[in-house]
């Protein structure tokens, strides 16, 4: 359980926990609570059942993805498990959601693809708010040149069309042998420029708000006005968008997969997986249906989590 | 630590008979679009330890910027000051580095701003926010710093300060709110206390209480106030001096006693008079003729002169400079002597 946050929550904890660490649980229960943003919002998370549940959806999907052999006693690497004489076959025992194109076991698949669409839809997301959101909060506060200038640089990504440049990364760094973090690494390119759009905008208008100028009137630097008053006044929106952002990034990894410069064969992943059986999908539908459910689980999972981070973050929706 | 090192920065400058703080000429501009804003044309004035300084005005007239050229916190650029001395136990806060300003801003000269609520920071708790000052500025444990948010808490009469430490701020009614502000601003144990328009956002029962509070904690400290406002009735209880600016200029600067009882500037008798009194009930209440002068477009001449009642053909052409009347009194009017003397009612 205490693994499963995603990695955008736990950067943003990072950058918040130097100045101000939470104080240990046991505290909280002695004097009331503590007042620090961050460990009010967990106090808040904990009793909504939302959070609580798309937590466990994610503990169970990172399980499936570190541990795929706790859920099937089947290793769809090993081509003896593939038998052609079957393929297509319905669910059967032991071969609960049937058998694809090449004879080989849904349900073994399903659980091993989970990995790598996971890393890369986490891992892009990760990126692209940190990236993104660190540099749209220092143009936004800068502002003047400093702002000018990156923006301008985010609209030369925008004018990219997003799979096309994608697909030119991927072909490009091909060679590269870095496996399934080239698609993490083109998705990020195309992607950050969003999240730093969103950043900024957020940034700008909590910066002109009275309690920038009064923070600065009682002496605050630049520095704690950023990442003090700006940023938790700015990251709501950015949180919102890097969650949903996250299941369109599994999509895109498919799509990518189904151009064939994603994951490459005999690896796995979902996308690779509906790719494929797009081709029999009137024969057989399901080889398809159980990895696209499993992908909108997961999505659906980090969008409830955003969600409820987000609500939790506002105070006056507590 | 660092107020030591303040200190003696402060004391290389320091002259001995100089007033707490002194504004001397101080002119700002704003380089906009539409063209250079003079928004304040050379403005003075002083201010001794446990005295309150209301600097009145209508919107426009310059009071805010000139605070906030105080404080340093205006964003240059758009923002110049090119000329003027703003004297800090003698020392010239603008020419101090952007450290030495960020020590003495909240430790040495604090501000409370106009509508509380968008001056607290909705994502952290009260108690979160003042203990803050304690933490940067002192090196404070967080959980000082919280015993300490109660005690200013306490301090500013917010009823079970305990229990409402840990409380967000849109949990506080408006009075509540601008309490919490008072409390941040005066943490430190500030020597000047500058407050802009305090009681404007509030309603009036309320906006006593604060005045009193302020007056209270002033008398306590002996911290010297500028007090800004538009409000001439909230001037008249707490305030020992003022300094009537229009146009980016003061225009008469007296004691309260001599203004109230014979102003020296045609634009401060019009302020005056056009406050309700329950003896003209009934009657048609007096206003100021035209508008407040455009900064971008200012008048030639007095810039009063378009809305003017003593108005001469000179006050078209020349400014008028600021008449010493008396050894506490100046008014910037060619013709002071016919405005005190058409108004010994």
Known sequence: MSDTPSPDTQTLTADQAKPAPPPPVKHRKKEARSASLWSDAWHDLRRRPMFIFSLVLIAILLVMSFWPSLFTSIDPFD???CELSTARQGPSPGHLFGRDNLGCDVFARTIYGAKNSIIIGVATMAITAIVGGLLGL????????TDTITSRITEVFFAIPSILGALLITATFRDAELGIWIVVFALSIIAWPMTFRIMRAAVITARSQDFVMAARALGASQSRIMFKHLLPNAVAPVIVVATINLGGFIAAEAALSFLGVGVQSPDISWGLMIADAR????????????????????????IMLGDAVRDALDPKLR | MRKTS???LLAEG???????????NLHVEFATRAGLVRAVNGVSYSLNPGETVAVLGESGSGKSVTAQAIMGILDMPPAR????????????????????????????????FQDALSALNPVFTVGWQISE???VHRGMSKRDGMKKAVELMDKVRIPAAKQRVNDYPHQFSGGMRQRIMIAMSIALDPEVLIADEPTTALDVTVQAQIMELLAELQRESNMGMILITHDLGVVADVADKIAVMYGGRIVENATVHEIYKSPAHPYT????????????KGQELYAIKGLPPNLLDMPTGCAFHPRCPYRQDNCVTDVPPLHEISGTRNSACHYWREVLDGDQR
Not at chain 1, 280 to 298: G, Q, Y
Not at chain 2, 15 to 24: G, K, Q, T
């Open chain 2, 133 to 135: 000052m304690f933490r």
């Open chain 1, 279 to 302: 081709s029999r999908f009137l024969e057989a539908p399901l080889p398809l249906v159980f990895p696209a459910v499993f992908l909108s689980i997961t999505v659906l999972a980090f």
């Open chain 2, 81 to 112: 000051i090119p000329k003027g001395e703003i004297r800090f136990h003698g020392t010239d806060l603008l020419r101090l580095s952007e450290e030495a300003r960020t020590q003495v801003r909240g430790q040495r000269i604090a501000m409370i």
């Open chain 1, 138 to 145: 220092i143009a936004g506060t800068r502002g003047g040149i």
């Open chain 1, 79 to 81: 081509a003896r498990t």
């Open chain 2, 6 to 8: 303040l200190d003696t």
């Open chain 2, 14 to 24: 320091g002259r001995s008979n100089e007033p707490l703080l002194a504004v001397d």
């Open chain 2, 269 to 280: 008798k019009g302020l005056l008079e056009s406050i309700p009194r329950v003896d003209l």
